[in-house]
């Protein structure tokens, strides 16, 4: 008897102890401000299939705190949080010396001008841009100009360089799916190591190497002359997804110099060109799974985005908020849907390991 008596005992405190350690798994990531407030609002752990909103009234101008945990849209569920909403771009890099630990990047896109037409022009960090586009039925071909002064390169007088370009591309709008490199093998932030060099003597040197020819281009976006007497250079190491064929993405570039800039002309083909500018990013539904705020006529205040979340523990594309936002007075309805999959109790992936899954709002205090 006494022996039983043990063993029930033993078997309810293991089923505590079990039981605790779940419950301690689970994280609360809201503030201990809160721990014995109640939500002016909340609509948490519903199922799949869910449509709920719950209302609530603010009687002066007042900041409010949301928690908020959902899905991402599968366009961003299993992509590293480092491409997302980034559009087609550029990345050159350059050391001087060429073995020089001292990374001088410039990183740009179509956006950083204006589209007049299909061409644009632009200027940033010192750096001039001339870019046309060419377009069929098939496929989408643009030129890229570039002419950066030699002393935006750290450098008095024209001198080899260490030098490496990357060409992110997006085709869904919500993220980067690709990108290729000239010399690196994989993308990581830019090294003396992984870089190439341009060489202005046209000695051979270890490693890859681009020709830069002493010449002065005209700078219209366009592919004079001048340009077919440079060598040319395939940009084609795959350094991040899959490139499916030389149309979904594929460039090559020259180069020439003279006594104040360092220039290069670049052919890209896209066959889904998507720059991507920021207002558009953010009107982006990013979240399949996600709350919002309206107010008394239906005008959307507040809605979860991609661009304020961090991961909420699990499958990539469990994400959480914890943001401040400010309301007037008045009225307004908390409201929050869920898709047909990966809700409560129905995960299709590794489930959050927050301690509720939904939106809980708080007056701050």
């Known amino acids: ?22 419950h301690h798994d689970r994280e609360s990531f809201i503030s201990n401000q809160f721990s014995d407030k109640q939500p ?9 299939h869910s449509d709920l909103e719950k209302h609530f009234t603010i009687d002066k101008k007042t900041k409010i705190h949301i928690y908020a945990v959902g899905e991402l849209v599968y366009n961003l569920a299993n992509s590293s949080r480092k491409y997302y909403l980034k559009g087609d771009d550029l990345e050159l890099s350059f050391t001087s010396p060429p ?13 950083d001008g204006i589209d007049d037409k299909g061409s644009v022009y632009f200027k940033k960090d010192g750096l001039e841009f001339w870019g046309k586009q060419f377009a069929d039925d098939r496929n989408s071909v643009y030129n890229i100009e570039i002419r950066i002064p030699w002393v935006s390169l750290g450098v008095k007088s024209p001198q080899d360089l260490g030098f490496d370009i990357a060409i992110g591309d997006n085709d869904d709008d ?4 690709g990108k290729i490199a000239w010399s690196k093998k994989a993308d990581h932030a830019s090294n003396f190591s992984s870089m190439g060099r341009i060489t202005l003597s046209g000695n051979k040197n270890k490693g890859k190497e681009l020709t830069s020819m002493k010449y002065t281009p005209i700078m219209d976006g366009l592919e004079d002359k001048l340009w077919a007497n440079c060598p040319s250079s395939i940009i084609n190491h795959v350094i991040m997804g899959i490139i499916r064929d030389q149309r979904d993405l594929s460039a090559n570039v020259r180069s020439c110099w003279d006594s104040n800039y360092l220039y290069f002309y ?87 390991t927050t301690s509720f899954y939904g939106i809980k709002i708080f007056k701050q205090q």
């Open 266 to 352: 670049f052919k890209i083909q896209d066959s889904n060109r998507k720059p991507l500018r920021k207002d558009k990013a953010d009107e982006l539904q990013t979240f399949s799974d996600y709350g919002w705020i309206e107010d008394k006529s239906g005008n959307v205040m507040w809605e979860m985005h991609v661009n304020n979340s961090t991961h909420a523990g699990g499958a990539q594309k469990n994400q959480k908020i914890d943001t401040l936002f400010e309301l007037g007075p008045g009225k307004y309805k908390l409201r929050y849907v869920s898709d047909e999959s990966h809700s409560y109790k129905d995960w299709d992936d590794t489930q959050p």
């Open 1 to 22: 008897m006494v022996v039983n008596q043990i063993r029930f005992c033993v078997l309810i405190a293991s089923i505590y102890l079990f039981s605790s350690c779940q």
């Open 174 to 177: 919500y993220k980067q799916e």
């Open 99 to 111: 073995t020089s630990s001292n990374v001088i990047n410039f990183k740009l896109s179509w956006n």
């Open 40 to 48: 002016i609002a909340e609509i948490i752990n519903m199922p799949v």
